[in-house]
């Protein structure tokens, strides 16, 4: 069992964040891409950014993102882009809820 089965079979919540080099914009035209995606959704892992994080004159692709399991957003407060130019991609963030546990 790999972890993302192992994560999925204890219902834990989980975030998975890079530099996929995968355009989501390229659904329609590059043959893995749609696979990628499937394979993301199959372990109920939604992409939290939609909107272009590499962004030259000639392009602008969705390469950068933080996939979640946490389908109805209840662990976290906002996410998005930060947009700056100090990088040739750009941050990406996720503002975790902090839900702490007490014992009773």
Do not use: W
């Not at 994080?53 to 933080?66: C, E, F, H, S």
């Not at 946490?70 to 839900?99: A, E, Q, R, W």
Request: hydrophobic share 35%; aromatic share 12%.
């Amino acid at each position: 069992m790999n972890i993302i089965d192992y994560l999925q079979v204890e219902n834990k919540q989980c975030y998975i964040m890079g530099d996929f080099n995968i355009n989501l914009t390229n659904y329609g035209s590059h043959t893995e891409t749609p696979d990628y995606i499937d394979a993301m959704f199959q372990h109920s892992f939604i992409p939290l950014i939609n909107k272009p994080t590499r962004i030259t004159t000639t392009t602008a692709t969705v390469i950068d993102n933080i996939y979640s399991s946490d389908i109805l957003g209840t662990n976290y407060h906002s996410h998005g882009i930060i947009y700056t130019d100090i990088s040739y991609h750009l941050p990406i963030y996720v503002y975790l809820l902090n839900k702490l546990m007490t014992r009773r």
